[in-house]
């Protein structure tokens, strides 16, 4: 093979793996968002704070709406946070697809 052939299969490989690397962060994301708004959801029905499920939720969501707490803090009963991260990661989603085109 000649070293341009070479070339372009190794540009070939790193363009997949790139795309692989943005496809899962992708999908971090929307797993990171159901996260969220199971939370949400479970944050109604009152569920026991000690549920070992709830506690790993909390765990897993807690970096990034303590980030969004801190940006708009909560309105007497109502917390917004979620509704921000929501946004934010909808923003990330979107330019992590448009890196794929």
């Known amino acids: 093979m000649s070293s341009k052939a070479i070339a372009l299969t190794d540009a070939f490989a790193y ?3 790139m795309d692989f690397i ?5 999908n ?3 797993i990171f968002k159901y996260a969220i708004l199971i ?3 479970l944050s109604w029905t009152g569920m026991d704070a ?6 790993a939720l909390n765990d897993i969501t807690d970096p990034v709406l303590k ?3 801190s940006i708009i803090p909560p309105f007497g009963m ?10 934010a990661l909808d923003l990330a989603e979107y330019g992590l697809q448009k890196l794929l085109m």
């Open 39 to 41: 939370r949400v959801i």
């Open 67 to 69: 980030l969004c707490k």
């Open 78 to 87: 109502i917390d917004l946070s979620p509704i921000l991260a929501f946004f």
């Open 28 to 30: 971090v994301v929307k």
């Open 50 to 55: 000690n549920n070992r499920v709830i506690r």
């Open 15 to 17: 363009n997949r793996f």
């Open 22 to 26: 943005i496809i899962f962060l992708i």
